[in-house]
Structures are given as structure tokens and as C-alpha cells.
């Protein structure tokens, strides 16, 4: 039968196993402290090299091109097509409404603290 005690250390001494050893950390902390490499001095570009970063350069703009012309035109078809179903719902709801001359004025719906510029606050600037 297992004590009680055992099952408490066994985790630790799992554990233990795990960490690295002294002699290991010194090297595992000086090669994390070297200089990267340095790269190898490049080799005369040729005609054909040339040539080919001009084809990979135009192919990546023309890639972003047709990405904006297939994703951008439809996303705003969709975003203005549900900014209008809000819009139409949203005066369907104001048609349910009683009209603006018969709804209750409450004191605290139109609280006036401070003047506008523009006079009383009831009208608009036009």
C-alpha cells in the first residue's frame, strides 16, 4: 500500500528530474548568449536573379489588387445593406409611436442648465 506522504512527493521528485543540472544551464545560458551569425556576403546578382525578384515584386502587387477588388466592394455592398435594414426598422418601430405632440413632457426629459449659443436649446441652428 502506498502511504500518503509518497503520493505528496512524488510530483517534486518528478519535478526535480526535470530542472536542468548546474553544468547544463551554464551552457544552455552561453549559447542563448552568443551573437547571431552573421549572413553570408551575398553573391553578385545576375540578370536571371533580377529578373525574377521584378516577377515576384509585380505578382505580390497584383496579388494585393485583386484581393481589395474582390474583398472590398463586397463588404460594403454588405455593410450598406444592413445599415439600411436597421434604418427601415428603426422607422417602422417610430411609426408604432403616438406622434411627437402627444407624448408626455416630463420634467427631467429636456433639463436646461446652462444657455446654448444658439438660443433656448428647443431649436435647431437652421
Do not use: C
Request: charged share 30%; aromatic share 10%; glycine share 4%.
Amino acid at each position: 500500500m502506498i502511504r500518503y506522504n509518497q503520493l505528496l512527493r512524488a510530483p517534486q521528485r518528478s519535478l526535480g528530474r526535470l530542472r536542468p543540472t548546474p553544468w547544463r544551464r551554464n551552457i544552455q545560458r552561453r549559447l542563448e548568449s552568443t551573437e547571431a551569425p552573421k549572413e553570408a556576403p551575398k553573391e553578385p546578382v545576375n540578370r536571371f536573379v533580377r529578373d525574377r525578384e521584378a516577377v515576384q515584386a509585380h505578382a505580390a502587387k497584383t496579388a494585393e489588387l485583386w484581393r481589395k477588388l474582390i474583398v472590398i466592394p463586397p463588404s460594403l455592398i454588405l455593410g450598406g445593406l444592413n445599415a439600411w435594414i436597421l434604418w427601415k426598422e428603426h422607422w417602422e418601430h417610430w411609426e408604432t409611436l403616438p406622434p411627437l405632440e402627444e407624448r408626455v413632457q416630463y420634467p427631467w426629459m429636456n433639463i436646461r442648465n446652462k444657455p446654448f449659443p444658439w438660443g433656448d436649446g428647443d431649436k435647431t441652428l437652421l
